[in-house]
Each structure stands twice: as structure tokens, then as C-alpha cells.
């Protein structure tokens, strides 16, 4: 059994689902094929005319007679393929495009400066490390944000004392996260 | 007892974008159907040729059409589900291969963005619904840099000194608002 990744390291998508997808397009085409092959059975395994002369005309006007049969079940496996191709399309992709569009939301919601829950998708949804990426930036901002909200308010403590030593502080600590700022570029 | 009509919508799951979805959708059914117009156009060629030969040759043993076009249609059959499939499996690859690239680097990006780069672009490519959440991405990195430079110059203004008392406290508190309103 394989150890489970580290969270944030796992692949965007999966082998499994790749896999899936192409079993499920398989069995799909596959489908088509074999509606497009009973359709032309069934207008093909008539049986003939027992005389000769009977068979040789049928054979003779068969061609014509086949070519719109031949366009009709053409037409009706392309949209009966079409059709199930999209549906499984639809099913399929939802599992990268609902993540994609909850990040678009999670992206919008953060540029508004709304408060923000930390994101998640479903368990069977792909791009995961999308999430984990976006979290860890958030998480970064969060925690420098506190660090210098903290070294503000230990800076305040000292107007307890003196005036002088109290912006003397404040100047200081000013200056610690004008120097932690100094990473963001 | 909460009264469902004033409670708020939960969201719902989108499951289908069509900016995402809908080109996959059309390119997808472009190959079926250029598969069915060829398989169309050869076996409806073929079809003209087979019956007219059986019909001349005589020696009529078969009981039906289907007889005669068996191992024709049989062999059109496998060759339509063959070329449909391994072009929509090249398709399936493909697709793969643009979500990994485009997706990659808007997790590489924002990966850079915790370890504070926020200006180099995600370049996620020029597929459409990548590019556009590419840019999505860069706008929100370029925006909390905005706003961290601003945070940054005003707290460098107010270390440098010169400032009135009341004014450096008004201009402190501001500070600390604006820092506030960082990742809320």
C-alpha cells in the first residue's frame, strides 16, 4: 500500500481519473458503434428474393436504397455519440471545473476584502493543490499580518510610560515591519 | 424554530462552465462527426461497388445484403471506433496536458506568492479559461501588493520622524486599520 502524499505535493490530476476518463469515453464510442452497426444489420439482413432474376435486381437497387438509410443512421450515431459525449464531458470535467470556478468566487470574495473561510473542495475533485497553494499564501498574510499587529501593540505598551520612550518605540517598531514588509516585491 | 424562507441560499455546486466545458463539448463532437462523414463517405462508396459486383457475378449464395457486406462494414465498424477513440484519447491527453501546465502555475504562483513574490506574472498560458483565471490570480497578488507597499512606505514615513504627535497617532491607528484589512 502506498503512503498517502503530503498535503499540497499530490498530482493536480490523478492517473485514476485520466484513466476513468478514457474507459468511460471508450465504452461511450463504443456504444455508438455498435447502435450505428444494428441500425445497418437490420436494413441489410433482409432476406432476398428466392429467384434469381429477383435477387439480381434487388442487389442491383440496393445501393440506392442504402444511401439515405446509410446518411439517417450515420446521422443518428453522430447525435446519439454527440449527445452521451457531452453528458460524460459535463460529468467528467465537473471535477476540475467546479474547483476552478469556487477559486474564481474565493478570488473574487478576497479582492471585495470580505472575510474569508479557508477553501476546500470535494473529495474526488482534482487541481487539490490549488487549494493548498491558495491556503499556505493566505495562512503566510494572516500570520505576518498578526506579527505586525503584535509588535504595534507591544510598541503601545511602553506610552505607558514617558512620551519619548513611548515613540521611540513606535518608531521602532515601525521600522521592524517597514524591514519584514522588505520581502514582499 | 428557524424559518427556512429567511434562511440564507446555500451555494451551489456549479457543475457545468461553459467556458471550461463547452469548447471540450465541441471539439469532442467535431471528431465524432468527421469520423461518421468518413465513415459515411468510404462505406457509401464501397456499397455502390460491393452489391453492383455481387449482383453481376451471380452464383447467389447469401441470403441477405448482409451477407455480402459483412467483413466491409465490420472492418469500417472497428476503423470508425478505432479513429474515434484515439483521436478523442489524443483530445483527453491534451486537455490533461493543459489543465497540469495551466494549473501548475497558478499553484506555483501563488506558492511564490506565500514566500512573498507577488509581481512576477502566473503565465498560465494562453488557453482561455486559464489565462482568464491566470489573470484572476495576478490581480488579487497585485492588489495585496498595493496595498503592502502602501502599509510599507506609510510605516517607513513614520519611523523617519518630524510628525506632530497627534498627527503620528492618527497616522499609527490608520496604520493599523489598513493592516488589519489584510487576508480579513
Known sequence: MSDPEPAGNGPLI???????????????????????????????????????????HALRNLSPFLRPILAVSVLVYALLACGSTSALCVYILHKVAGPLYRMELVLDQYRSGAPMRTVSFRNDDQIQPLAQAFNRWIGTLRHDRQRWLATMKDAERHCLQDEATCRAEMEGALRKIAENLARYR | MRNPALQPARPRIRYVSPRFQGPAVLAFAAIIVTGGAIFWKLVDGKFQQVFLNAAIRGHYAFNSAY??????????????????????????????????????????????????????????????????????????????????????????????????????RLRWDELKQRIRRIAP
Open chain 1, 14 to 56: 490523478h492517473r485514476r481519473y485520466v484513466f476513468g476518463l478514457l474507459l468511460r469515453l471508450c465504452v461511450n464510442f463504443a456504444g455508438g458503434v455498435g447502435i450505428l452497426f444494428l441500425i445497418l444489420y437490420f436494413a441489410l439482413s433482409r432476406p432476398l428474393p428466392g429467384d434469381y432474376a429477383g435477387v439480381f
Open chain 2, 67 to 168: 451477407d455480402i457486406g459483412r467483413d466491409l462494414l465490420a472492418w469500417h465498424l472497428a476503423g470508425l471506433f478505432a479513429g474515434v477513440f484515439l483521436t478523442g484519447s489524443v483530445l483527453v491527453l491534451l486537455l490533461v496536458a493543459a489543465t497540469r501546465h495551466g494549473i501548475g502555475k497558478a499553484v506555483d504562483s501563488l506558492r511564490a506568492s506565500a514566500d512573498g513574490d507577488l509581481s512576477t506574472p502566473t503565465g498560465t498560458g494562453s488557453i482561455g479559461e486559464f489565462d482568464r483565471f491566470g489573470e484572476k490570480i495576478d490581480a488579487a497578488r497585485s492588489e495585496t501588493l498595493a496595498s503592502v507597499l502602501k502599509i510599507r512606505s506609510e510605516a517607513a514615513a513614520l519611523a523617519a520622524g518630524g510628525i506632530s504627535p497627534e498627527e503620528f
